[in-house]
Structure formats: structure tokens, C-alpha cells
């Protein structure tokens, strides 16, 4: 097939063999994404984040029936925390937005943080491009609030929010990981468990704090396992697409595309290396370091030296 034709149909089955292309290939996948970034058009990226098991895959499960009844075509990156906290993530992800699986305009990819040598903004930059130019209107990208990678990751979207539960302790994990000022809408998640409402206190009270910031966040109150609070949820959210200014989304793309570039001149500067020293060479440094005969520095400074005429 045609692949690039069928991607830009919104094909599934071509969206998921350019998503394997680019997992599994890393440079053979080159000239297919240097296509897709020709033809791709924006779409609306919404980050969701919050501290492991606040709800965010059941939330965003609600958040696509509610965008598919508007009859609008989405995207789903949900990254896979690799965290200590929640084991098996992606089949729990892959769960909770199962009967999305059949819709073929709803497509949900799941990604590790781990084995990604390209980095994490490359491989979310790559999804987001794929499923643009598959015409997306929306993307939605879940990732854990713990871990700096996962945090700058959420950061590109056009509108971020960030799921809190009434939990103990919650609000402190949060804060810890920085996401706290991340937000342009908090979502009190599981609002039908104890505690919610002295949650909801605590939460705009510390938001008034920060009351110097220009946009004030807002709070909505979820119960996403039942579908509820999510009508108004989605109001604000579509106020913030439609008011945020042009230019303020043009410096978060911006910021994506410069995560992205790093991300692929790292790669390829890795493949160059990788390419020019065998295994057994690569040993052989190591043991001369080992010795004392010399040291990491000098030996990158001298390979790289090496390399000039490779170029
Ligand atoms: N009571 C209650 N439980 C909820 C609500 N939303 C989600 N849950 C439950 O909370 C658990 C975790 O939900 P997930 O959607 O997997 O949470 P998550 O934040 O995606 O989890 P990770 O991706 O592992 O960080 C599940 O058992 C859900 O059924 C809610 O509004 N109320
Ligand atoms: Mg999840």
C-alpha cells in the first residue's frame, strides 16, 4: 500500500505500521517521517497529568467519548511511566480505553519511557506528527506527574490538566514533581470518595496563593468511572483551545520541535559513533581506563577527533 496516502485516509492499520516503523526502524523510518512532517495540520493537544493512579486513563477514556460525539477524530499517547508506582501501566491504559478500540477514528498508542534512546519528546513528537497528518483533531497525551521527562513532555500541549484525587498526600506528591504550576485546569478526580470537598478547599486556597499569575487555573470536579463532571470539564477545556492566543501556542510547538531536533541530532550523532567503533574496540578503551593509562575525557575528545573526516 501507499502508506503515506493511506496515513493521510487516517488508515489504522497504516498509522500503526508507521508507529512500528518509527519504534522499531529508528533512521530506516527517516524518509517516511520527513513526509509526514510536510503534510501533517495542527491538531489540539491536550497533556494530562497527575501522580500514578489518580484516574488520568479513565478520565481520558470519558474525554474521547466526549470529543467522538462531537464527531472529532483523536489521537491517544499514553506513556508508560516505568514507574515503581504502577506496574503494568499500558495494559491498564489499554484497559480502561478498550471499547475506544474499535473505532476507527480513535487510535491509542501506548509507549515506554524506558529503551528510548531518541528520548521521550522525540518519540511523543513522532506520534503527534504521525497522527496529525492522519488528520487528528485532537491528541491526548497521558503521562505520569513523577519524573522530569514525563513533566517537560506534557508541557507542549496546548492545554495541560492535571488530575488530583481527594487522596492523602496527594497535593504534596504533586507539588514535589513541579506540576502544580503546570496547569491550566485542575481536575479533582474520584470527587465522589471522601474528602473531596476539603480538597477542593485546600486546592483553591493554594491557588489563590499564586493569584499573581496570569492565567488562574481552574478546578473541575470529576467522577470519571461514572462520566460525571465531564460536559463541564470539556467547556473549559474548549474555552482555553479557543481563547489560548495564537502566539503562546506557537512557542509551545515551538518548544516540541526544539526537544525534538536535540532529540534527533543526539540519535544520529549515537548512530555515527556506534558506527565507527566495534564492541571489542569499545572494551578495549574501557579496560585502558580501567588501568590508569587514561580517561573517559581524553578518550571521547580523541574519538571524536577521529571522526572529523567521517563527516
Ligand atoms: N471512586 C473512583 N474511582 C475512580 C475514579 N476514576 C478512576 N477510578 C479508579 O481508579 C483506578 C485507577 O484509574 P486509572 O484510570 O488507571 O488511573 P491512572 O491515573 O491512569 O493510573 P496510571 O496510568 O497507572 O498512573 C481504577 O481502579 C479506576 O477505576 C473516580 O472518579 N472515582
Ligand atoms: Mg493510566
Redesign the pocket.
Known amino acids: 500500500m501507499d502508506l503515506i496516502k493511506e496515513i493521510r485516509r487516517g488508515n489504522p492499520r497504516a498509522i500503526a505500521k508507521a508507529i512500528s516503523l518509527v519504534e522499531n526502524e529508528g533512521l530506516a523510518a527517516q524518509p517516511l517521517m520527513k513526509k509526514i512532517f510536510s503534510c501533517r495540520k495542527n491538531a489540539v493537544v491536550l497533556g494530562i497529568t ?1 501522580a ?7 478520565l481520558v477514556d470519558q474525554m474521547i467519548s466526549y470529543l467522538r460525539g462531537a464527531g472529532q477524530k483523536i489521537g491517544i499517547v499514553a506513556v508508560d ?1 516505568s514507574s515503581p508506582f ?1 506496574g503494568g ?1 499500558i495494559l ?2 489499554r484497559i ?1 480505553m478498550m471499547r475506544h478500540s474499535v473505532d476507527a477514528d480513535v487510535f491509542i498508542r501506548s509507549m515506554a519511557t524506558r529503551g528510548h534512546l531518541g528520548g521521550l519528546a522525540k518519540a511523543t513528537g513522532e506520534a503527534i506528527a504521525i497522527f496529525e497528518a492522519a488528520g487528528k483533531d485532537y491528541v491526548l497525551v ?1 503521562t ?1 506527574g513523577v519524573g522530569q521527562d514525563e513533566v517537560e513532555v506534557v508541557k507542549l500541549a496546548d492545554v495541560i490538566l492535571v ?1 488530583l484525587t481527594p487522596g492523602a498526600g496527594d497535593e504534596i506528591q504533586a507539588f514535589k514533581a513541579g506540576i502544580m504550576e503546570i496547569a491550566d485546569i485542575f481536575v479533582l ?5 471522601p474528602g473531596a470537598e476539603k480538597m477542593e478547599r485546600q486546592l483553591k486556597a493554594m491557588i489563590e496563593l499564586g493569584l499573581q499569575k496570569k492565567d488562574i487555573p481552574s478546578v473541575a470536579k ?4 461514572k462520566g460525571q463532571g465531564i460536559g463541564v470539564l470539556m467547556a473549559d477545556v474548549s474555552r482555553l483551545t479557543g481563547t489560548r492566543n495564537r502566539k503562546g501556542q506557537e512557542e509551545r510547538r515551538k518548544k516540541l520541535l526544539s526537544w525534538m531536533l536535540r532529540d534527533v541530532m543526539k540519535e544520529k550523532i549515537f548512530e555515527l559513533i556506534s558506527r565507527n567503533i566495534s564492541a571489542s574496540s569499545f572494551e578495549k578503551l574501557v579496560t585502558e581506563i580501567y588501568n590508569r593509562r587514561t580517561d573517559p575525557y581524553t578518550v571521547a575528545d580523541e574519538f571524536i577527533a577521529s571522526l572529523k573526516d567521517k563527516l
Open positions: 497527575g500514578p493512579g489518580t484516574g488520568k486513563s479513565t511511566p504502577s501501566a491498564g491504559d480502561r497521558e505520569v488530575v478526580n474520584k470527587a465522589d470518595t470529576t467522577v470519571a468511572t
